[in-house]
């Protein structure tokens, strides 16, 4: 089996990086090449590829066992294809897999969101795999990848395409957890996820910022907008972690003891984490709010909910997009629409 990693960004790498310390094969016959921007390429073939856990990981695969191309013809020569760019690139990707790749390859996509699936398979002709991803990874720099969270990969694999790479995955210690259908999975992930430009506005960790009840409180306003939506629109978001989806609002509005004791038990948060909503930002790119705080936005409008507080979010995320100085650092009272 051969692997492309398309957009190797901080997933992809991380993935990539687990792969490759597992079977030193796949680096010495290049059987697994990631293919990302020129920033990264410059620190892996510098640093080579470090991948850490919150678990303690720590795994080190030097630049002369790496395959890392900022060429997209590198795809050609791969049965799996793990795709790993931002939503808002899904249509170019598409593009370059239908150039580049071969009719039989699998393409995997391990992407935030819950439509790249469906406009995958509208543009190409390759197999089309839904996954999710549930863990954080953040980039320290030099080669250096940190997953802060918990969580299996997901796929949804009902014809049994993907045992190969799933085998893969599971012997790198990245469980993965099969599914028949990816909806439930994807939205519950979806609600995961609307924290992410919470995080990204208030310029803190993750731990730190849902210590703060004050972040909290907004976090539960987003997530009742978003539980409201979904539910007029028939979807039931499934349980992605250990916290059920319909209680996170209430569990955000604990008090400080009692949210650190479910969180103890519910929440595993390295200290260093961040959203990669951050990331981008920090890094003066396009983020991802569309696709997660603004499809809380989209369906409550299709379905005539209000959504001040998403709406809010994905305004300032637009606005701080624009300004290209990373994180404004609000506080939790600014995130409140008004």
């Known amino acids: 089996m051969k692997i492309a990693v398309l957009g190797a960004g901080s997933i992809g790498c991380y993935v990539a990086g687990c792969l490759l310390?597992?079977?030193?094969?796949?680096?010495?016959?290049?059987?697994?090449?990631?293919?990302?921007?020129?920033?990264?390429?410059?620190?892996?073939?510098?640093?080579?590829?470090?991948?850490?856990?919150?678990?303690?990981?720590?795994?080190?695969?030097?630049?002369?066992?790496?395959?890392?191309?900022?060429?997209?013809?590198?795809?050609?020569?791969?049965?799996?294809?793990?795709?790993?760019?931002?939503?808002?690139?899904?249509?170019?990707?598409?593009?370059?897999?239908n150039q580049q790749a071969k009719q039989s390859a699998v393409v995997v996509s391990l992407q935030n969101g819950v439509g790249n699936a469906h406009l995958l398979r509208q543009h190409i002709k390759q197999c089309v795999i839904a996954g999710m991803v549930p863990f954080n990874v953040f980039y320290k720099g030099n080669g250096h990848f940190h997953c802060g969270t918990e969580g299996n990969i997901a796929l949804e694999d009902p014809n049994n395409q993907c045992s190969d790479i799933i085998k893969a995955l599971n012997n790198a210690s990245l469980p993965?957890?099969?599914?028949?259908?990816?909806?439930?999975?994807?939205?519950?992930?979806?609600?995961?996820?609307?924290?992410?430009?919470?995080?990204?506005?208030?310029?803190?960790?993750?731990?730190?910022?849902?210590?703060?009840?004050?972040?909290?409180?907004?976090?539960?306003?987003?997530?009742?907008?978003?539980?409201?939506?979904?539910k007029a629109e028939g979807i039931t978001p499934a349980i992605t972690g250990k916290v059920i989806p319909k209680l996170m609002p209430k569990i955000m509005k604990l008090p400080n003891f009692l949210f650190n004791v479910v969180a103890s038990s519910t929440l595993k948060i390295d200290?260093?984490?961040?959203?990669?909503?951050?990331?981008?930002?920090?890094?003066?790119?396009?983020?991802?709010?569309?696709?997660?705080?603004?499809?809380?936005?989209?369906?409550?409008?299709?379905?005539?909910?209000?959504?001040?507080?998403?709406?809010?979010?994905?305004?300032?995320?637009?606005?701080?997009?624009?300004?290209?100085?990373?994180?404004?650092?609000?506080?939790?009272?600014?995130?409140?629409?008004?």
């Not at 992930?189 to 210590?211: C, R, T, Y």
């Not at 981008?280 to 369906?299: F, H, K, Q, S, W």
Request: charged letters at 20%.
């Open 176 to 230: 993965v957890t099969v599914y028949n259908d990816m909806k439930a999975v994807q939205y519950g992930k979806l609600i995961m996820n609307l924290n992410n430009a919470v995080n990204a506005l208030s310029g803190i960790p993750l731990k730190s910022q849902l210590g703060d009840r004050q972040y909290r409180l907004v976090v539960a306003k987003v997530l009742s907008e978003a539980l409201a939506v979904l």
């Open 271 to 338: 200290p260093e984490a961040r959203s990669s909503m951050f990331e981008d930002l920090a890094l003066r790119r396009r983020t991802e709010i569309d696709y997660l705080n603004g499809e809380i936005v989209r369906l409550g409008e299709k379905n005539h909910i209000a959504t001040p507080v998403n709406k809010h979010i994905v305004n300032l995320i637009k606005q701080h997009e624009v300004a290209q100085k990373g994180s404004p650092h609000l506080p939790a009272n600014a995130l409140l629409f008004k």
């Open 21 to 97: 310390a597992s079977d030193p094969t796949l680096s010495t016959s290049n059987a697994l090449r990631l293919i990302g921007r020129q920033r990264l390429y410059d620190d892996i073939t510098a640093n080579g590829l470090k991948v850490t856990d919150w678990q303690g990981r720590e795994q080190l695969t030097k630049p002369e066992h790496i395959a890392f191309s900022i060429e997209n013809d590198s795809l050609s020569h791969a049965d799996v294809i793990l795709l790993c760019v931002k939503s808002q690139d899904t249509e170019q990707a598409a593009s370059i897999i």
